[in-house]
């Protein structure tokens, strides 16, 4: 069992910065990918980053791609995103996600924390 908690959301204006981090609990959380997906009001959860167990790979949607970069500190438990530049579309509740797998043109995870708001005003 893993149990993760985000923090790190808020509010910030278009072109700004955020760092979101993830605490997680639990001595599996370091042998499996973690991840960030986000969910925007009406629309279902997307998928955003992933990282491997020992952060040697990173997989990124396209929409974030070269403005976010997923890390994660086994030794801590943590991951984390760092997410620049960031536009109002990036507006949606962040998750944290332990075991993040890919099934076709599809990402899903087995672990999910309660989610952090970021919003970005225009």
């Known amino acids: 069992q893993v149990q993760l908690v985000e923090s790190g959301g808020g509010l910030v204006q278009a072109g700004g910065s955020l760092r979101l981090s993830c605490a997680a609990s639990?001595?599996?959380?370091?042998?499996?990918?973690a991840g960030w997906f986000r969910q925007a009001p009406g629309k279902e959860r997307d998928f955003v980053a992933r990282?491997?167990?020992?952060?040697?790979?990173?997989d990124y949607a396209d929409s974030v791609k070269g403005r976010f970069t997923i890390s994660r500190d086994n030794a801590k438990n943590t991951a984390n995103l760092q997410m620049n530049s960031l536009k109002p579309e990036d507006t949606a509740v962040y998750y944290c996600?332990?075991?993040?797998?890919?099934?076709?043109?599809?990402?899903?995870?087995?672990?999910w924390g309660q989610g952090t708001q970021v919003t970005v005003s225009s």
């Open positions: 990282i491997t167990w020992n952060g040697d790979s990173t």
């Open positions: 996600a332990s075991g993040v797998y890919r099934s076709g043109k599809y990402y899903s995870a087995s672990y």
């Open positions: 639990g001595r599996t959380f370091s042998s499996y990918a």
